[in-house]
C-alpha cells in the first residue's frame, strides 16, 4: 500500500534533497543542490537502512509537521529541536515509527546550527529532473513541483525496502557550535599574485561573522577589507578581485569585490572573481549548519590529509569541534607549473579539483582555444575518478572523486595530455549565429539598480544608470554610441553557467566592440531574469533571477527551457539550455513591450523572436581579421586605456 504524507506545516524553506544531488551538468551552470549538510543527511538515512542518498527533507530553523497514512519509520538528524509523534517527545539521530494517521511534528530549532533533516524510511517518491530528486528553487525545478513545500502538499513515500533500523552512534554525530573552526586548502587564486601576505595572514588570524543575507547559494561573511596585491583586475574588471572568468569549487571562499562569500551547493558554477582557499571536502558539511552571527575561523589543512567525504564515521573527524592542523601545503595553491608554446599553471580548488590555467592574464581566444582542446582530449578519455569538466575563458577545472583519482596522479595525467594537444592556433569549431530581441535599458534592470540603490549601496559610481557608466568607462562621447556599439557587435560565447542555467559568458569577436567595464561591489541581491549585463570585457545573459554584478544594458529573452522535457522552440528536445560553447550572439532592438509578448511566446514553445543559423569559427581567419585591422584595433584600445585610467582615478579621489 502507498504511504503517502500531508504537510500541515510546511516549516521554514523546506525542500526535497537527495544527495550527492544533481551532478554532470556544472559547465552549463546547473548547481549540484542537494543538502547542505550531506553528513547529518547522510547519517539519517543510514541509521534507517536507506541508500544514503535517498530523497529525504531539509529545513533551516523550523522544521515541519507531517502527517502518515501508514506506520512509517522516521530518523530527524541536524540542529537540535524538539521532536514529537502524536504530542509525545521523541529523540533525534535515531529511528521512531510514525503510526498510521500519526503527526510528526519537528519543532524550531533550539541551539547552535541552522538545518534539521527529516529522513523517511524507503525514502520519497519524487520524479527526477537532470538524473536528481534535489530542489533547486531558484531554477525551479527538482524536488515537489521545483518549490519549497506548502500546507496541503502531498508527498509519497518511496517503495524501496529499507534495511535494518539502527541509532546514529554518539561518536558520528557533528558537533555544532556558535563559534566554528572550518578545515580549508590553500588556493585556487591566492598570495602573491592575487592577495597580498598580509591579507592571507589576517584570513587565517581573522573571526569572520555569518551575515544574515546568507542561504543556500553562498554564506555572506563580515571581516577585514584586503589589501590587494594588484590595483585591478584589467580586462577583467576595475576591481582588483576580478579575473577572467573560471569554474569554482562548492566550499570556495568568493571575493566578490571586498565581500567574501562561502559558495553553497546552489551556487553559481562559473564566475569572475578570486577565491583564496577552499573549504575542504569533508568539511563542507558545516556549510549549512552555519546561522547568522556565528562566528568562522579558516584553518588552512594540507590537502592530501584531508579526510575522505565518503566515511560518516570517526575517520570524518566531524565530531570534534577544533580542527587539527600543522598547516596547510604553503604553495599558494600552485600544484605545478609548466613553460611551452603556451604556458599553464595548475592550480588546486579544494581537495577534490585542479584548475588549469593557460598563458597570461588576458582575453585571447587562443587560450580559449586551447582549453577546449583539453577538454575534448579529457572527455574522451574519461579516467576513472574524472567527475566534471568545467571550461571558463582560459581556464579548464577538473573535479575529480580523490579517493579513485588523487590529485597528484591526475597532475601526471593532465601533463601526459599536455605533451599530446599539439597547436591549437588552427581551431575549426561549429559555430551557430544566434539573434536575439533586446530590450535596451529595460524597466527591469532599473528597477534592479534602484533596489541596489536602496538596499546594498546608493554611492557606488554605476548608480543610478549602468550605461552612463559604461560610456564614461570605455572613452565614448554619447550613451547613444553605447548602444551603436552593442548592437554592432558579434559576441562569441566562451562560457555557460556564469550566473547559472546556460547562462552565457561571451566576448565581442571585434576587439573595438569589447566595452570594458567592472562589476559591482558588492554584489547585487536581486537580477531579474535574462538581465543582458557587460563585466570586464564580458557579456552576460542572466539565466534566471539571483544576485548579479554585471553593469545592465538591458534584457532579452529566455535562454533556458523551464517546459523540459517538451522541445519548445528554438530549444532542442529535452535540451533546456538555448546556447552552446562558440555560439555567436547578436541583437536586434525591441521595446519592453515587445519583449514581453516574445517572453510569453516562448513561454508557450514557440520561436520567442530567436532565430538561429548554422556556421563555423576559424581562429586563423579571426587572427587574420585583427591582423589586417590592428591600426584601429589600437587606436580604439588607446582612448579605452586614458577612459579607465581616468574613472579609476575619481575611484580613489572620491574614495570608492
Not at 578519455?381 to 571558463?392: A, H, K, S, V, Y
Not at 553557467?497 to 561571451?506: E, I, N, S
Request: include cysteine.
Amino acid at each position: 500500500m502507498t504511504t503517502k504524507i500531508t504537510v500541515e506545516r510546511p516549516g521554514m524553506l523546506t525542500t526535497v534533497q537527495d544527495y550527492p544531488g544533481r551532478a554532470g551538468y556544472w559547465q552549463i551552470g546547473v548547481p549540484p543542490s542537494g543538502p547542505m549538510d550531506d553528513l547529518s543527511f547522510r547519517l539519517g538515512n543510514t541509521a534507517l537502512g536507506n541508500d544514503e542518498g535517498a530523497p529525504g527533507l531539509e529545513s533551516a530553523m523550523a522544521g515541519p509537521a507531517l502527517r502518515f497514512t501508514e506506520d512509517t519509520v522516521v530518523c530527524v538528524t541536524g540542529a537540535p529541536v524538539t521532536v514529537r509523534v502524536d504530542g509525545e517527545i521523541v529523540p533525534q539521530w535515531r529511528p521512531v515509527t510514525v503510526p498510521e494517521g500519526g503527526l510528526l511534528d519537528v519543532g524550531t530549532i533550539d541551539g547552535p546550527g541552522l538545518r534539521v533533516y527529516v529522513l523517511i524510511a524507503g525514502g520519497l517518491d519524487v520524479p527526477q529532473f537532470l538524473g536528481s530528486t534535489a530542489t533547486f528553487t531558484l531554477g525551479t525545478f527538482g524536488g515537489h513541483e521545483g518549490r519549497t513545500l506548502r500546507e496541503g502538499d502531498v508527498l509519497v513515500v518511496g517503495d524501496t525496502t529499507a534495511g535494518k533500523h539502527t541509532a546514529v552512534p554518539s561518536e558520528h554525530i557533528p558537533a555544532l557550535t556558535s563559534h566554528w573552526q572550518i578545515a580549508v586548502t590553500e588556493g585556487p587564486h591566492g598570495a602573491p599574485e592575487f592577495f597580498t601576505r598580509a591579507d592571507i595572514d589576517t584570513l587565517y588570524a581573522t573571526d569572520y561573522e555569518v551575515h544574515f543575507n546568507s542561504d543556500r547559494t553562498g554564506v555572506r561573511l563580515v571581516g577585514p577589507v584586503p589589501e590587494w596585491a594588484r590595483t585591478d583586475g584589467g580586462e577583467a574588471g576595475l576591481h582588483p578581485s576580478n579575473i577572467h572568468d573560471n569554474a569554482y569549487s562548492v566550499g570556495a571562499l568568493d571575493f566578490t569585490g571586498d565581500t567574501p562569500i562561502l559558495l553553497g551547493p546552489d551556487g553559481p558554477s562559473l564566475g569572475g572573481f578570486v577565491c583564496p582557499v577552499t573549504v575542504a571536502s569533508a568539511d563542507r558539511w558545516k556549510l549549512g549548519q552555519l546561522a547568522p552571527g556565528n562566528t568562522i575561523r579558516f584553518v588552512p589543512v594540507r590537502a592530501e590529509r584531508v579526510a575522505s567525504r565518503r566515511t560518516l564515521g570517526t575517520a570524518r573527524r566531524a565530531g570534534l569541534s577544533l580542527v587539527t592542523s600543522t598547516g596547510g601545503d604553503g604553495d599558494d595553491g600552485v600544484l605545478a607549473r609548466r613553460d611551452g608554446h603556451t604556458d599553464v599553471t595548475y592550480r588546486r580548488s579544494g581537495d577534490d579539483n585542479v584548475l588549469v590555467e593557460y598563458g597570461d592574464m588576458t582575453l585571447d581566444l587562443g587560450l580559449r582555444a586551447r582549453v577546449h582542446a583539453l577538454h575534448q582530449r579529457l572527455d574522451a578519455d574519461r579516467p576513472r575518478g574524472l567527475l566534471e569538466l568545467t571550461p571558463g575563458i582560459r581556464s579548464l577545472q577538473v573535479k575529480v572523486d580523490p579517493d579513485v583519482l588523487p590529485v597528484k596522479t591526475l597532475l601526471g595525467h593532465l601533463a601526459e595530455v599536455e605533451d599530446t594537444l599539439g597547436d591549437s592556433d588552427e581551431l575549426e569549431v561549429p559555430s551557430r549565429h544566434v539573434r536575439l530581441p533586446l530590450s535596451w535599458d529595460d524597466p527591469a534592470t532599473r528597477e534592479a539598480i534602484q533596489r541596489y540603490m536602496h538596499g546594498v549601496r546608493s554611492d557606488a559610481p554605476w548608480c543610478p544608470w549602468n550605461i552612463e557608466f559604461i560610456r564614461r568607462m570605455n572613452g565614448l562621447d554619447t550613451v547613444a554610441d553605447v548602444f551603436d556599439t552593442v548592437f554592432a557587435a558579434e559576441y562569441m560565447v566562451l562560457g555557460l553557467g556564469d550566473v547559472y542555467l546556460g547562462a552565457p559568458v561571451a566576448t565581442p569577436l571585434d576587439p573595438r566592440h569589447r566595452l570594458v567595464t567592472t562589476k559591482y561591489n558588492p554584489a547585487r541581491t536581486w537580477t531579474p531574469e535574462n538581465a543582458v549585463g557587460i563585466g570586464g570585457a564580458y557579456l552576460c545573459i542572466y539565466g534566471m533571477e539571483g544576485p548579479g554584478g554585471y553593469q545592465f544594458v538591458g534584457r532579452t529573452t529566455q535562454v533556458w527551457n523551464h517546459r523540459h522535457p517538451q522541445q519548445a522552440g528554438p530549444f532542442e528536445d529535452g535540451t533546456p539550455w538555448l546556447l552552446r560553447f562558440f555560439d555567436r550572439i547578436s541583437w536586434y532592438p525591441v521595446d519592453p513591450e515587445e519583449l514581453l509578448d516574445l517572453r510569453a511566446d516562448l513561454a508557450a514553445g514557440r520561436g520567442g523572436g530567436v532565430e538561429i543559423t548554422d556556421g563555423t569559427f576559424s581562429l586563423a581567419e579571426h587572427r587574420k581579421f585583427l591582423v589586417d585591422n590592428t591600426e584601429p584595433i589600437d587606436a580604439f584600445q588607446r582612448v579605452q586605456s586614458v577612459a579607465f585610467a581616468q574613472e579609476r582615478a575619481r575611484w580613489k579621489e572620491g574614495g570608492a
